[in-house]
């Protein structure tokens, strides 16, 4: 019993050391993933940035040409639920958590797959429309056998479905492409927090035009729409969604 | 020279652990708090999602499954399935109901097991979601399993005592005393083990970055948006330099000294009380009330049983004496009417 206790302590320190101790990858495997642990809690670094996600969309008006909506702020929208309330539901952390995961896979990659991800994944088809560029494609143009790229791609592809729900549910219609960009702002350093000249520009990283391949489910399409109703945003969305061009 | 190295010798100390570890059950009310606390904390993320339930963990949030599936959790939309809104929603309100027997702790040795599983179904629907609070919650809990969680404050305790008072034949226990007295402080001692672990290491990851040293490290966490519930409150406390300083020091130091400062009495209440309070502006200010309550559950497992019952009597006989204090007030109020009334009688 006591040697029991006393190995899975010692298994428990061996999982928060950093990585490339010996035996570590070992036990991490064995524990993983409902005994994973890593305490990196505000540290080394405490977060700086405030970062946002923003998604638009396009679709066919009657005539068949595209129409544009403006940017619509999901992330902000979603963190209302917390200012005022002293306990939140956890939508103030889905995007804002997914945003920074995707943001990390996109710093993996090299500069120049990095240019190719912030441009569009659509081409023309042979029957003349648009289709969204195959996986195939996608991982040819960017890099074979490269870990990276398709743990980016995997990313991408998920912000995509996430991006034409939440837009198919703001401006309640069909949807053709989606495309998002990640908002970063930081408020000043410690030292000149009491100054109004702003210290950090708002740096922001637009990505290109997906295909809205996703499959939109009406009851999906309404947890989304219920989400933006509860945080008070469902007007301005609809707004947002006239042609603005 | 002989008698003080005596009770330090290697055997004589294996004897003494034996003894502490099979012998009984110890800080039971500390586990009994933590029962209801962990339950509290549960409930604080399940009720508040309530409305947006589909949209976190449920069918709405099919579009993270792509990296979901494969975080390995066997029990990946299993008991908590994405594909029907229904049964989502009936495993969600069992989830809940759930937490609450746990929270009155009612059959507590069959519900941990349950409650533990479903808990971890959830988790394994949207990693997007999962902060520290909720990995330690599930480590913690499964090392609870073993721990007697019931044993005051509970439904439990109390049909034990009727069903003593009824001189009931008490069923025959599961394991022989001696081995679930074992099972239960080795629950006791992972768990004291685990909160050490977390704060020793997130110290020293705290010790490599500038802004813990040079104490503005809390001044950081009060300007993000996704922890902002109340930002006037934020800015306030942010104005005042000491303010920030002294708590990123002694959050800091408290952390990283916290198994040292346990070994001697008053700096473990010392230790103890500031991490409470820490833990309940962390929850108040930055809104992370499951991970605060989690750790506050695991620091009140070095308070011992007789602490508590002192604690309990203390309250106890605060309330008696203000008990006394309003009667006493009252039969003031009554003399005065005997005044009024004896003067209007003159």
Redesign the interface.
């Known amino acids: 019993?006591?040697a029991?206790?006393v190995i899975?302590?010692l298994a428990?320190?061996l999982m928060?050391l950093p990585s490339g101790t010996p035996g570590r990858s070992l036990v991490a495997g064995v524990a993983?993933?409902?005994?994973?642990?890593n305490?990196?809690?505000?540290?080394?670094?405490?977060?700086?940035n405030?970062v946002?996600l923003e998604v638009r969309a396009q679709w066919r008006d009657d005539d068949g040409a595209l129409v544009k909506t403006d940017w619509m702020p999901v992330t902000?929208i979603e963190?209302r639920a917390?200012?005022?309330?002293?306990?939140?539901?956890?939508?103030?952390?889905?995007t804002?958590?997914?945003t920074q995961?995707f943001q990390k896979r996109y710093r993996a990659l090299e500069s120049e797959q990095q240019d190719r991800a912030r441009d569009t994944f659509i081409e023309r088809s042979p029957d003349g429309g648009y289709r969204a560029i195959s996986d195939e494609a996608l991982i040819a143009e960017l890099g074979e056998n490269d870990r990276a790229v398709v743990r980016y791609l995997?990313?991408d592809?998920?912000l995509t479905?996430?991006a034409t729900?939440f837009a198919t549910a703001a401006l309640d219609r069909t949807v053709e492409r989606v495309q998002w960009r990640i908002v970063t702002t930081r408020?000043n350093d410690?030292t000149h927090?009491f100054s109004d000249e702003q210290q950090f520009d708002t740096k922001t990283t637009v990505f290109g035009w997906r295909q809205a391949t996703?499959k939109v489910?009406s009851?999906?399409v309404?947890?989304?729409t219920?989400?933006i109703e509860?945080n008070g945003a469902k007007d301005e969305l609809r707004r947002g969604a006239s042609p603005a061009q | 020279m002989n008698s003080v190295a005596e009770p330090l010798r290697p055997s004589s100390l294996f004897a003494r652990?034996t003894d502490w570890?099979t012998r009984e059950r110890h800080m039971t009310r500390s586990f009994s708090m933590l029962r209801i606390l962990y339950a509290l904390a549960m409930l604080?993320?399940l009720l508040?999602?309530?409305?947006?339930r589909?949209?976190?963990w449920?069918?709405?949030s099919?579009?993270?499954e792509?990296?979901a599936k494969r975080?390995?959790?066997i029990t990946h939309n299993v008991l908590i399935t994405k594909s029907s809104?229904f049964w989502f929603d009936i495993s969600y309100i069992a989830l809940i109901a759930l937490a609450l027997l746990f929270l009155v702790g009612f059959y507590t040795r069959f519900v941990t097991p349950v409650l533990l599983i479903m808990l971890?179904s959830l988790q394994?629907n949207?990693p997007?979601?999962l902060?520290?609070g909720d990995?330690?919650m599930?480590?913690t809990l499964?090392f609870m399993l073993f721990a007697s969680l019931s044993q005051h404050y509970s439904v439990d305790a109390w049909l034990r005592k009727r069903r003593q008072s009824r001189a009931v034949q008490p069923r025959r226990p599961l394991f022989p005393p001696h081995?679930a007295h074992?099972?239960h402080n080795?629950a006791l001692?992972?768990g004291m083990?685990?909160i050490m672990?977390?704060y020793v290491?997130?110290?020293i990851?705290?010790?490599?970055?500038?802004?813990?040293l040079d104490g503005?490290?809390f001044?950081?966490?009060l300007?993000?948006?996704?922890?902002?519930?109340?930002?006037m409150v934020n800015e306030l406390i942010?104005q005042s330099s000491p303010v920030?300083y002294v708590s990123t020091w002694v959050a800091l130091w408290v952390q990283l000294l916290f198994p040292v400062m346990l070994l001697w009495r008053p700096s473990r209440i010392t230790a103890v009380i500031a991490m409470l309070f820490m833990h309940l502006g962390i929850a108040?200010l930055l809104?992370l009330?499951a991970f605060s309550l989690v750790m506050i559950a695991l620091d009140l497992l070095f308070v011992r049983d007789q602490s508590w019952q002192r604690l309990g009597n203390r309250f106890i006989n605060l309330w008696s004496s203000i008990k006394v204090a309003r009667r006493f007030q009252q039969f003031k109020v009554n003399d005065s009417n005997l005044n009024k009334v004896g003067r209007t009688e003159a």
């Open positions: 019993m006591g029991i206790t899975v302590m428990s320190v928060t993983s993933p409902y005994y994973s642990q305490w990196r809690l505000f540290a080394p670094h405490i977060m700086k405030n946002k902000e963190q917390v200012a005022g309330n002293p306990m939140p539901s956890r939508t103030q952390k889905l804002w958590n997914a995961a995997r990313m592809y998920m479905r996430y729900v408020a410690f927090r996703a489910d009851e999906r309404a947890a989304f219920h989400m509860r | 652990f570890f604080s993320i508040p999602s309530f409305p947006d589909s949209y976190l449920g069918p709405a099919w579009w993270v792509p990296e975080r390995g959790f809104e971890v394994a949207n997007y979601l902060n520290g990995v330690l599930r480590i499964s081995l074992a099972l080795a001692m992972l083990f685990q672990l977390v290491t997130s110290a990851y705290k010790l490599m970055g500038s802004e813990w503005t490290a001044y950081y966490g300007t993000l948006d996704a922890f902002a519930v109340l930002p942010w920030i108040l809104s009330w």
